[in-house]
């Protein structure tokens, strides 16, 4: 703790470490236990839900909350429904989305709504926008877990810290790596637009020990390491909020021999998983939440399996019930024990949107599915392909790449051939692929500025 800490920043920086020691102490919890907690947690949810939400009340009957609750008998929750039944699903009848929007819209937006609530907004990677709202005491109990995670990795109150999130000041990152950065003086305010030059020129004065951020930004950084450029030494790298692809992470070992941890994290539950030393996959946080791996149906998936969706319960916000709750990410739960010893389930891979899984012709006849993993695997024999993005619509693949400088003048032909290979390997008809090389790749407009590495354009219908 520094000097430049107000009393306020470092009681709040107390409180954090100490819940963040709680949290750490269920690590070494049995499986039982866990569950136990999960089961009690999720018992208290439900009834304040059914008591306090209209929505819920009508959604699981008030027979919800008598016993234990039969979690995969109750309906899910869309991110599309939650928007629309907003001023139903929230708990506290002041908080009312016309007024959240004219808080949102004014200039006090990053301050606590009515003084109690913060508020996060996210257009997501499914374009839809979100409203979210978190009690002060919700919030800190979901920045605890950031905390219990990057000390497993190693980080401590008095490591060198950047954390590189999006530049909207309503995002989850930009608020959460405030708090992380709090108390390291002189630490660099850095978003992922922040121009290239301005953000190695910082980082080289500040020397990071721990580098925090989005998989597209330190793949960038590591490159600018490689040529030269950057000059930091960093004891570890944690990245999330896009995926973290094997090229990626190749760079990173490359730059500053370290291979990156994985933190899966989204606005509605701040950190559902991360990986720590030994990377037997990213454990989920179990304690805080309650996570089911699914199909098109809502049925669960096995281990090894990619899901189509993940439904979530967070069982921490009660001022915002999520029960779950949809997210379209794709994910393959690990299978077998978990060599750490941890009682945690584990995640073996984060794919991406469902909603990017291509269906393409079969040569029989019928569609196949071809997931995200598989377009980006080609990209691996490519070290000359800095950034690339694959996006699919009625016309084909359009490919666009940002190369070295030195890449042979063949580079975007062979790209080509390598996808068609692939697609053929996985028993797809390939579309017309066209590749083009770029300068440089735009994110994705809204609060989170992400980069989305394979993109699925749907038209709009009419009606």
């Not at 039969?70 to 429904?81: D, E, H, I, Q």
């Not at 950047?162 to 309503?170: W, Y």
């Not at 073996?348 to 196949?368: K, N």
């Amino acid at each position: 703790m520094t000097a430049a800490m107000t009393s306020p920043q470092a009681t709040q920086v107390e409180r954090l470490r100490a819940l963040a020691g709680e949290l750490t102490a269920r690590d070494r919890w049995s499986r039982e236990q866990l569950v136990e907690h999960q089961r009690a947690r999720l018992r208290a949810l439900v009834r304040h839900a059914v008591s306090a939400s209209p929505y819920y009340r009508e959604a699981l009957g008030r027979d919800a909350a008598v016993g234990d609750v039969p979690l995969r008998g109750l309906p899910t929750l869309s991110k599309a429904t939650l928007m629309e039944e907003f001023d139903r699903v929230v708990t506290d009848p002041r908080l009312r989305m016309a007024n959240l929007e004219a808080h949102l819209a004014g200039p006090e937006a990053t301050r606590p709504f009515l003084g109690e609530y913060r508020v996060l907004s996210t257009s997501g990677t499914t374009g839809l926008r979100g409203v979210f709202v978190y009690t002060g005491d919700e919030f800190t109990r979901w920045v605890a877990p950031v905390i219990r995670a990057t000390a497993r990795m190693g980080v401590t109150p008095a490591t060198r810290l950047v954390g590189i999130g999006a530049p909207g000041t309503l995002h989850l990152t930009k608020q959460q790596f405030a708090v992380l950065q709090a108390g390291r003086e002189g630490a660099p305010q850095l978003s992922v637009t922040t121009p290239m030059p301005e953000m190695v020129e910082a980082l080289n004065a500040y020397r990071p020990e721990a580098l925090l951020g989005y998989p597209s930004v330190a793949a960038l950084l590591a490159e600018e390491q490689l040529e030269g450029r950057l000059r930091i030494e960093p004891k570890l790298v944690a990245l999330g909020g896009e995926v973290l692809t094997e090229d990626m992470r190749r760079r990173v070992d490359a730059a500053w021999g370290v291979r990156p941890f994985e933190v899966y994290a989204a606005t509605e539950a701040p950190v559902l998983a991360s990986s720590a030393p030994g990377h037997a996959g990213l454990h989920l946080c179990e304690d805080l939440l309650v996570v089911e791996v699914v199909d098109e149906r809502n049925r669960p998936v096995p281990p090894g399996t990619p899901g189509y969706k993940v439904l979530v319960t967070n069982l921490v916000n009660h001022a915002q019930p999520l029960i779950r709750y949809e997210l379209s990410d794709s994910v393959t739960l690990a299978d077998g024990p978990d060599p750490t010893g941890r009682p945690y389930g584990r995640i073996a891979r984060v794919d991406g949107r469902s909603d990017d899984i291509l269906h393409l012709p079969a040569p029989a006849g019928g569609e196949i599915q071809v997931h995200p993993y598989r377009l980006r695997a080609p990209f691996l024999g490519f070290p000359d392909v800095r950034q690339y993005q694959v996006l699919h619509d009625r016309r084909g693949l359009h490919v666009r790449v940002v190369l070295r400088p030195s890449a042979p003048r063949e580079t975007t032909a062979s790209v080509r051939a390598a996808l068609v290979r692939e697609l053929h390997a996985v028993g797809a008809v390939p579309p017309p692929i066209e590749v083009e090389a770029v300068a440089a790749i735009e994110r994705e407009p809204g609060h989170a500025a992400k980069l989305k590495l394979v993109k699925i354009d749907r038209p709009v219908l009419a009606g």
